[in-house]
């Protein structure tokens, strides 16, 4: 008896799998496709030749992870990224989330407040005000994503390596990590080296002006030797911590370093 | 006595030379499928953002999403880069670039151009490169070069800024990296057409003769 090449009679499996994808929500849809189990269930449930990915799988994620190390070893704390005059600024800088605008956290700044934990002397939480009096510089400079495409914008706000200094961090920990607004809970750990480069920001402004929902009221964490994913935006807490915690890209499969 | 001589002879002359040395033929197949694994995962990353308006068809796209593409091409990076490191190190100690690829002079290009246009470029002596054949191998052999700075210079444009300074900028590296491909696609196709038309070639490139 031939082979069968249809599980329904007319339906083409491949066909049928691959509109099943598109109906998924997009987030479900990344995990899916990231996911080694993904070629796996297809090759299952098609029966067409996909290798077997597994193996593929667990070799990139250790490559990643030494590129991870690469990426640390040539790291140069005192090498600055490029900055621009204002008249090489991007306008209008692009909104870019895995939401619409519609979506992303709308933060009241007088009931919202930054809490601080783990390695450092003073876990106070600090409000908006109390943030606003700090130090603040501006630079202007260009945002790398992880699709791409690039822009340049002016950030304005308090260096984090300040802000650590200031609340007793332990700068020997290996990360701070950043947990925010955005829905599905973003968070993302910056290896502490970075964090105290000397350009890394808490950023209160965009274009001189209080940052706008768009940019991630109330703070954003700008990091411009890092690619944009790297940068959270609505940051409600920080930790000094020497756990990889993960993040909300970086756990789907982005390289955790990321570093420009 | 007589007899030795003649079968010494035919030692030196039975062994047909070797076309393609080892270390040629090993790195040759190691670059193919790094990349071939750059080039579908560079079509996945740059699907995320395209340059241009059109996107490369998923099914001809490695690693399903943007994250594993930019898996895939970061691993084989490291592939196509210390395989073609150990190519040209070698290519220029050995003099093979020097004795293969040189000299290229426009009136021999010309010349050859003409005569593969008109089917007469000849294919007898394997070992010898014809001008067009020089001319395209030293020319992939830069795009290749060029290739791996460019993508170098956005993949770490503040540690390595004068790589992209190179280029002029950051966004300049993006066009010169997606051109460098598409040359490399180009030459691909002339490539394996070309090798499939003198098929001997082609065992040269696998068996060495």
């Known amino acids: 008896m031939a082979k069968r090449s249809f599980l329904i009679p007319g339906v083409d499996k491949r066909l049928l799998i691959k509109d099943a994808i598109k109906t998924m929500p997009d987030f479900t849809r990344r995990r899916f496709i990231a996911g080694g189990a993904s070629l796996g269930a297809l090759t299952l449930l098609t029966g067409c030749d996909v290798v077997d990915s597994s193996s593929a799988d667990t070799l990139l994620a250790k490559v990643s992870k030494f590129n991870d190390a690469v990426q640390a070893f040539i790291f140069n704390p005192d090498a600055l990224a490029p900055t621009f005059p204002e008249s090489a600024i991007t306008k209008p800088f692009p909104f870019n989330a895995y939401y619409d605008l519609d979506d992303a956290p709308d933060i009241d700044g007088k009931d919202w407040k930054l809490e601080v934990r783990g390695l450092v002397d003073n876990k106070k939480s600090w409000t908006l005000d109390e943030l606003y009096k700090l130090p603040q510089v501006t630079q202007v400079t260009r945002h790398i994503c992880v699709e791409g495409w690039s822009a340049i914008g002016s950030w304005t706000g308090t260096p984090l390596r300040d802000f650590l200094k200031l609340i007793g961090a332990d700068t020997r920990a290996k990360y701070v990590w950043f947990q925010c607004a955005d829905k599905d809970g973003y968070n993302s750990p910056l290896d502490m080296r970075s964090a105290l480069h000397p350009q890394t920001q808490m950023t209160f402004k965009y274009a001189n002006e209080i940052l706008p929902r768009a940019y991630g009221f109330p703070m954003k964490i700008r990091v411009p030797t890092k690619l944009g994913f790297k940068n959270p935006k609505y940051v409600v807490s920080m930790e000094v911590t020497n756990d990889y915690k993960g993040g909300y890209w970086e756990d789907q499969g982005y390289n955790s370093f990321s570093g420009s | ?209």
């Open chain 2, 1 to 209: 006595m007589a007899s030795l001589t003649v079968s010494d002879e035919q030692v030196r002359a039975t062994p047909t030379k070797v076309i393609q040395p080892a270390w040629v033929r090993v790195m040759h197949w190691i670059n193919a499928l790094a990349m071939i694994l750059m080039i579908l995962s560079g079509w996945q990353i740059y699907n995320a953002s395209p340059l241009f308006g059109f996107s490369f068809p998923r099914e001809y796209t490695l690693g399903g999403w943007l994250g594993g593409g930019l898996l895939w091409h970061f691993a084989a990076m490291w592939l196509l880069m210390i395989n073609g490191l150990a190519y040209l190190v070698t290519g220029f100690a050995t003099g093979r670039f020097r004795k293969k690829l040189l000299p290229i002079t426009p009136s021999g290009v010309l010349h050859d151009v003409r005569a593969a246009l008109t089917f007469k470029l000849g294919h007898d002596d394997l070992t010898v490169y014809n001008y067009v054949q020089r001319l395209l191998y030293a020319g992939i052999i830069a795009v290749g070069v060029l290739i791996v700075l460019s993508g170098l210079g956005m993949w770490k444009p503040v540690q390595l800024y004068y790589l992209v300074m190179l280029f002029g900028d950051y966004p300049t590296a993006r066009y010169v990296h997606f051109f460098c491909m598409a040359a490399i696609c180009v030459f691909l196709v002339i490539h394996v057409l070309l090798a499939l038309l003198v098929p001997k070639s082609l065992r040269a490139m696998i068996i060495g003769r």
